[in-house]
Nanobody
Framework: EVQLVESGGGLVQPGGSLRLSCAASGFTFSGYGMSWVRQAPGKGLEWVSG????????SYADSVKGRFTISRDNAENTLYLQMNSLKPEDTAVYYC?????????WGQGTQVTVSS
């Protein structure tokens, strides 16, 4: 059974930092690209960042480029998102995502709230 468990969210002031983690199980983690996606209150899903299976290639939405860094530890089956210089508009539920054989899998999400 594929499982993705996000953690690390919380309340942070503008300009602060958080590091999200996503623990993966039930599939060969090192064989698949992974993504982070977020959903702000009242809005649709927004792709945030992606990383290839080996970790050597990353991509970012323009809204987070230069502030967020995606990484992975294939030995620990864990995906990360380091978020710096957070802004109120980064407030959202953050999900990690993997697509296996045309099926998208998501975790339960972790809430990030950026507010003073």
């Amino acid at each position: 059974e594929v499982q993705l468990v996000e953690s690390g969210g919380g309340l942070v002031q503008p300009g602060g930092s958080l590091r999200l983690s996503c623990a993966a199980s039930g599939f060969t983690f090192s064989g698949y690209g992974m993504s982070w996606v977020r959903q702000a209150p009242g809005k649709g899903l927004e792709w945030v960042s992606g990383i290839n299976s080996g970790g050597g290639s990353t991509s970012y939405a323009d809204s987070v480029k230069g502030r967020f860094t995606i990484s992975r530890d294939n030995a620990e089956n864990t995906l990360y998102l380091q978020m710096n210089s957070l802004k109120p508009e980064d407030t959202a539920v953050y999900y990690c995502n993997v697509k296996l054989r045309s099926v998208n899998y998501w975790g339960q999400g972790t809430q990030v709230t950026v507010s003073s």
